[in-house]
């Protein structure tokens, strides 16, 4: 579970429901005082929220980007259906197509797009069904080439059990007993969360959601090569250390992929929240070096 420095988003940020043509995501808007670069869309985590994103937010306003974070359907803000089918992961990149078109407004090129983990899977698949010209870049932050993990297939199996079988508020209790959230969770640069922040977010995520999307995690085939045949500027990201994917096996994916890599000293899977200003300076740096690359800025 990723823990955000803080709930509360920086000052100017926009929190509002975009309206797409396949129904509303809750979203936190951030603009640069002045003309933006480009726009980025940034999908969270399994289990995670756009308050994942937050601590970036003002260091990619200050370069110049504008950073729009999504719930998922079903995920924390965003409502979703009872309904495991609704959350099968082409349907929810779909969704992604939809929050990228609304998103972007008339005068604007075609948005960044970065996804976490989870959401990585979920960009990718987004990616391989859209239409050339409808994302800038693709960045992958701790996302890697299939299913995760054995230990973590362990674990999202235990957890999508209980979930389908408890209560939300039940599967929270155990959860905290095996992986106790203090009062504040600090990150390396300082900043903590509120432990009932975090408790509240869990209990407004959707089950069918978090039983559907557990299950594609432990499941999710190898798509590398279908992603490397896209023609799009790529970014691999990650911490030094990561046991959902091997930091090894990102490295080769990123080979395979052709793709820039990046790896965040002192971060493990989510540098958002571990390292946020590092993190932060490398998508900048990345999105100029695609703006360049594809003529001119986004």
Excluded at 22 to 38: C, I, N, S
Excluded at 158 to 182: F, I, N, R, S, Y
Excluded at 230 to 237: S, Y
Excluded at 260 to 276: E, I, K, L, M, Y
Aim: hydrophobic share 40%; glycine share 8%.
């Amino acid at each position: 579970m990723s823990r955000p420095p803080t709930f509360t988003p920086p000052e100017g940020t926009l929190a509002y429901p975009l309206r797409t043509e396949r129904g509303e995501f809750a979203v936190l808007d951030t603009r640069p005082t002045g003309r933006a670069k480009g726009t980025a869309l940034l999908l969270p985590g399994y289990t995670g929220s756009k308050e994942d994103f937050i601590a970036l937010l003002r260091p990619l306003a200050d370069a110049g980007y504008r950073t729009v974070c999504v719930d998922g359907r079903g995920q924390y803000e965003s409502p979703g259906p009872d309904d495991e089918s609704a959350y099968a992961q082409a349907e929810l990149a779909q969704d992604v197509l939809a929050q990228a078109a609304a998103a972007r407004t008339p005068d604007e090129g075609p948005p960044h797009l970065m996804g976490h983990s989870l959401g990585g899977l979920v960009a990718r698949a987004a990616v391989l069904l859209a239409p050339r010209g409808t994302f800038a870049s693709l960045t992958l932050v701790t996302s890697g080439p299939a299913r995760v993990s054995p230990s973590q297939r362990a674990r999202a199996t235990l957890l999508t059990d209980a979930v389908a079988a408890h209560p939300m508020d039940v599967v929270w209790e155990a959860m905290q007993a095996l992986d106790p959230v203090e009062d504040v969770s600090v990150n390396a640069d300082g900043a903590g969360a509120d432990a009932v922040a975090l408790r509240a977010r869990w209990l407004r995520n959707n089950p069918s959601q978090l039983i559907a999307t557990g299950r594609q995690l432990c499941a999710e085939p190898d798509r590398v090569d279908d992603l490397a045949a896209v023609p799009l500027p790529k970014h691999v990201l990650s911490g030094e250390s990561d046991d959902t994917w091997p930091v090894p096996l990102l490295d080769e994916m990123a080979r395979r992929l052709r793709a820039h890599r990046t790896v965040v000293t002192g971060a493990n899977h989510s540098p958002n929240t571990d390292r946020p200003a590092a993190t932060a300076a490398a998508l900048a740096a990345f999105w100029d070096r695609a703006a360049d690359r594809n003529g001119g800025p986004c």
